[in-house]
């Protein structure tokens, strides 16, 4: 048996992960994820009323509130076979680019990109050497030797005062960080302007959710933006036209500097091609629609098994059964009472707490599973399942990023690269670039609608007595969301959410089977076992969000925080 590492809790990741790996002779050879809350949402949703469900499902996380949000009215609406007006559709779908294009950019530069970038190499750097360099991956005008020289000064006052700030506890001069100075001076730059054009893709988010976090527009059957072109309480010309501007600016940043950032840190690290594959079987679903019923999609959806792009198995429609029928969840190892694997109607929730035990129940999270598999989530399975089933704007975007990689790095760099470590970055900024595209186009189809003379955003829902059953998915950043509802004489029975980390991050199942991270560790160097840098990286390129595949309770039954309303 090797050494033994346990890292708890992983850090720059939303909610608490224990990951434990067993390295030998510098690899890991063993591996174990656990989460270390747990969710109670699906206890506090029951008995409630079905159009209310949104509200409290987007409190599952802090920062995935949008995407419980729609796929809870989703549910809803797939249980009672409800059509969504167009204007609702567009509408959620320019909230989803949006909320997805901040996502994925604040992941990059300020949830992952320091396991790659040392800013102690920083005041080492030439600007105008890290600038001639920048002009060779993009135009973009926040690369010029005056800005690049004003971040090299403030990182400097920064590492020479001592209060590292942000930039604190990382794993700053370990041998697994290997980028020139001046590839560290523009990372760290475009780190810091990063931070603004987040904002900007978050800002479309509150023009049209009121508010964000926890939009406030949404509603079982539509939307509740007024659409009044003259009115400035409603959905008007001026507010229309912000957004797209909005929408421009962030997609500039995306193209120009996010994907030509995660191209040069990947050439930089060519070793990282070949770590991290872990599960190959991808699961991604089909989202922003182009109809009232949810059948046709500008995103596909669908599998894809054993990394073979042949047997690639698309997804058709919010109702398909091809997904209804496969999902189930196992709790072998993980803290509820039973030893059940069922689908999420069937499911119960009865938290029972014992203690980290590898061979036993280890994790808080369950273990999903689509036909019995164990599935890869995010981004990397959403580009995988679009470039098979020939999806044009992906294709377009995947087969730019590996040519400009190939050509950066002096040698060919294929598409089978993209089952790694690396691929998950790369995947989830052709991603971005391809919302970016599609927010302008959903943008253009909702003006033309208004401008038409269609104003509708909402279709009032009907709950018959008796039990309805339904499912809503959407695919979230960090990949394949589906919440679950059974309605019972208008009034919730029962409801499951089944979330991209829970896929990704669940441990082992009935039979053996590990998850995702798990798997993804085996193989991975540890040059330093007191500093476990490779662990992180790994598991910090699936997004992890440990918030959304579980919540706080205390074993002991103790109050954990009390929250006083006045």
Same mark, same amino acid.
């Given at each position: ?21 067993? +390295? $030998?002779?510098? %690899? ?7 989460? !270390?809350?747990? *969710?109670? @949402?699906? /206890? ?31 549910? +809803? $609406?797939?249980? %009672? ?7 609702? !559709?567009?509408? *959620?779908? @320019?909230? /989803? ?27 080492q750097a030439d600007p105008g050497k890290?600038?001639? %360099? ?10 010029? *030797? ?39 001076? %523009? ?26 976090p926890n939009i406030q527009n949404l ?348």
């Amino acid at each position: 048996m090797g050494k033994r590492i346990v890292i708890d809790p992983i850090t720059r990741i939303e909610g608490h992960l224990r990951i434990d790996v067993e +390295v $030998e002779g510098g %690899l890991v050879r063993n591996a174990w994820a656990s989460g !270390q809350m747990w *969710r109670g @949402l699906e /206890l506090i949703l029951q008995g409630r009323d079905p159009r209310d469900a949104w509200f409290f499902a987007q409190r599952i996380c802090g920062v995935c509130t949008t995407v419980h949000a729609i796929t809870s009215v989703r549910a +809803v $609406e797939n249980a %009672l076979g409800l059509e969504i007006p167009l204007n609702a !559709q567009y509408i *959620r779908n @320019l909230i /989803l680019a949006a909320h997805a294009m901040h996502d994925h950019v604040v992941h990059f530069y300020h949830l992952s990109a320091l396991d790659w970038v040392d800013i102690t190499t920083v005041p080492q750097a030439d600007p105008g050497k890290a600038s001639r %360099l920048a002009e060779t991956l993009s135009s973009w005008p926040g690369n010029s *030797r005056r800005e690049l020289q004003a971040v090299k000064q403030r990182v400097r006052a920064i590492l020479d005062s001592g209060q590292l700030g942000i930039f604190a506890n990382g794993y700053w001069g370990h041998p697994a960080m290997k980028l020139p100075p001046e590839v560290n001076l %523009l990372a760290i730059a475009h780190y810091l302007q990063a931070l603004q054009y987040q904002r900007k893709a978050n800002q479309i988010v509150a023009i049209l959710g009121g508010k964000t976090p926890n939009i406030q527009n949404l509603a079982v059957g539509g939307v509740t933006n007024p659409i009044n072109l003259d009115h400035q309480d409603a959905l008007n010309v001026e507010k229309l036209y912000w957004i797209k501007e909005l929408f421009q600016e962030v997609a500039a940043f995306i193209q120009q500097v996010y994907l030509p950032d995660v191209i040069a840190i990947g050439v930089g690290y060519p070793e990282w091609l070949n770590y991290g594959a872990g599960v190959t079987n991808y699961l991604a679903v089909p989202d922003m629609p182009l109809d009232t019923r949810g059948t046709t999609f500008d995103l596909p959806g669908g599998t894809i098994m054993g990394g073979r792009l042949e047997t690639v198995r698309t997804f058709q429609s919010f109702a398909d059964p091809y997904f209804r029928d496969n999902v189930t969840e196992c709790i072998a190892h993980s803290w509820y009472r039973g030893n059940w694997t069922r689908p999420p109607w069937e499911e119960e929730t009865v938290p029972h707490y014992t203690a980290f035990d590898p061979r036993g129940k280890y994790s808080w999270v369950k273990a999903p599973r689509f036909g019995g598999r164990p599935m890869q989530v995010g981004p990397l399975a959403q580009v995988l399942v679009g470039y098979a089933s020939g999806h044009a704007l992906i294709r377009k975007w995947v087969d730019e990023a590996l040519s400009r990689a190939s050509s950066l790095a002096g040698a060919r760099i294929g598409l089978s690269a993209l089952h790694s470590t690396w691929g998950r970055h790369l995947a989830r900024a052709v991603r971005a670039a391809v919302l970016s595209e599609l927010g302008l186009k959903h943008w253009e189809r909702l003006a033309e609608n208004i401008a038409a003379g269609d104003t509708d955003i909402y279709a009032s829902p009907t709950f018959p007595p008796g039990e309805q059953r339904g499912y809503g998915f959407h695919e979230a950043p960090r990949g394949t969301l589906s919440h679950w509802v059974v309605i019972r004489d208008g009034r919730i029975a029962n409801y499951q959410a089944v979330v991209p980390s829970t896929w990704n991050a669940g441990p082992r199942d009935e039979n053996g089977q590990m998850g995702p991270y798990e798997a993804s560790l085996i193989g991975n160097p540890v040059i330093d076992p007191r500093r476990p840098l490779e662990v992180l990286r790994t598991i910090h390129s699936f997004d992890p969000c440990m918030a959304c595949a579980i919540h706080l309770i205390d074993p002991e039954g103790r109050q954990v925080v009390r929250v006083d309303v006045h």
